[in-house]
């Protein structure tokens, strides 16, 4: 059974970085697509940003619209870990969030189509 591992959660103030990673249990697990996404309290989880990957040289990132120019996500297929730079927080990016993995070319927005996801690691950013 794969499992996908949060770290680099944490509570920060208003501007602050944080680096969350995530790694999968298996190294024979080679998923297309890993993602991050996030939920608020009352929340509807939603989209941070994804990024797939069919070698180590060429791969695509997604983000959302909130997030846009300010998170930046990477890959390392060698440790099969998929990282989430957070540049610039603000208190409406406190959440729960969650790593996510899937093997399919097509996935990337949507959270109904992971198969794989991690416990979550909560980020908290004070004003």
């Known amino acids: 059974q794969v499992q996908l591992v949060e770290s680099g959660g944490g509570l920060v103030q208003t501007g602050d970085s944080l680096r969350l990673s995530c790694a999968a249990s298996e190294r024979t697990f080679k998923p297309y697509a890993m993602g991050w996404f996030r939920q608020a309290p009352g929340k509807e989880r939603e989209f941070v940003a994804a990024?797939?990957?069919?070698?180590?040289?060429?791969?695509?990132?997604y983000y959302g619209n909130s997030v846009q120019g300010r998170f930046t996500i990477s890959r390392d297929n060698a440790k099969n870990a998929v990282y989430l730079q957070m540049n610039s927080l603000k208190p409406e990016d406190t959440a729960v969030y969650y790593c996510?993995?899937?093997?399919?070319?097509?996935?990337?927005?949507?959270?109904?189509?992971?198969?794989?996801w991690g416990q979550g690691t909560q980020v908290t950013v004070s004003s």
């Open positions: 996510a993995a899937d093997g399919s070319p097509y996935t990337r927005y949507d959270s109904t189509l992971y198969d794989y």
């Open positions: 990024v797939t990957s069919k070698n180590v040289n060429l791969w695509y990132a």
